[in-house]
């Protein structure tokens, strides 16, 4: 995630409200250590991981994906309805294309490319920056649960148990992940001045790139994904008087319901995502399938 931004998700940021979609500048000094205070917690974590991604894929392997359905896309004061193709792969590449009344947009991210890439075009045809955040999650498919948990590799991500909570209602099993210090996802788009660093709450430890995911405590099938922002720059320009300041705290999130089973794996066909308090937008998915050679393009 973004991810997912589950993150996640370039192109909403130009189409969320202007009141949201604006620059915030300063810098936090310093990251928190990457290894848990709590190794009992550290293990809980990676085991609730482990048993989300049988739950997902029922032993079944995910080599790629291929996503089709109708999307509802929040733009402040109007919205817009279209359908949307989303792609995946194992290897750490995602395209989603995006085709509205207004226009087309297409947002394409390689995690197998070193540094990871993030592009997205949208009606003009031009190549927009990317918030940093955008890369530091362990897959681009914030929309395909089984991708994304399956990518929480000990070897490269750390996962820490928070506790039982309940969320809409339903009891979830919480667990933390963000990457470890030691490789951590190289980014042009994280530089002095620009650091990322995110957490549960303002007054707990904050990793850099952490994402809180949300579990459900029967079924183990993943119902959220929250990534919180404190401080970062995003692609506008913050002189730009139509923009003003964004939260210092924000929570972009990845709601999952509606789950089926499609040869053999478990999918979410209803996906939300939402900034802070502003729905971002609304998919259902029509059709869904697995392992059919999908790639995605170079961008």
């Not at 192109?11 to 848990?36: K, M, R, T």
């Not at 909570?165 to 470890?180: K, M, N």
Request: proline share 8%; net charge neutral.
């Amino acid at each position: 995630m973004r991810m997912l931004r589950l993150a996640l998700l370039l192109f909403l940021y130009s189409l969320i409200p202007a009141s949201l979609s604006a620059q915030q500048s300063p810098s936090v000094a310093g990251a928190a250590s990457s290894a848990p205070a709590d190794q009992a917690a550290a293990a809980q974590g990676a085991a609730l991981v482990q048993r989300a991604v049988a739950a997902l894929t029922g032993g079944a392997p995910v080599a790629d994906v291929t996503m089709t359905g109708n999307v509802t896309v929040n733009r402040g004061s109007t919205t817009e309805s279209g359908t949307i193709t989303l792609v995946a792969t194992a290897a750490g590449q995602s395209q989603i294309t995006t085709v509205l009344p207004s226009g087309n947009w297409v947002t394409t991210q390689n995690y197998a490319a070193s540094p990871r890439t993030s592009t997205s075009a949208g009606p003009s045809g031009a190549a927009q920056d990317t918030a940093p955040e955008d890369v530091l999650g362990p897959h681009p498919a914030w929309f395909c649960p089984a991708l994304l948990v399956g990518a929480i590799a000990p070897q490269t991500y750390l996962a820490s148990y928070v506790g039982q909570e309940t969320r809409s209602g339903s009891a979830v099993q919480h667990v933390s992940f963000w990457p470890q210090a030691s490789s951590s996802p190289t980014s042009p788009f994280l530089t002095a001045g620009q650091q990322v660093l995110t957490g549960p709450a303002p007054s707990l430890p904050l990793q850099i790139g952490q994402q809180e995911l949300f579990v459900d405590s029967s079924s183990l099938l993943p119902k959220e994904l929250i990534i919180r922002v404190r401080g970062y720059r995003s692609a506008f320009n913050s002189s730009d008087p139509a923009h003003p300041t964004i939260p210092t705290l924000v929570d972009e999130r990845v709601q999952f319901s509606d789950y089926r089973q499609v040869q053999g794996r478990m999918v979410a066909f209803h996906i939300q995502v939402s900034f802070g308090p502003v729905p971002g937008m609304d998919i259902q998915l029509s059709s869904v399938t697995f392992n059919t050679g999908a790639t995605v393009a170079a961008n």
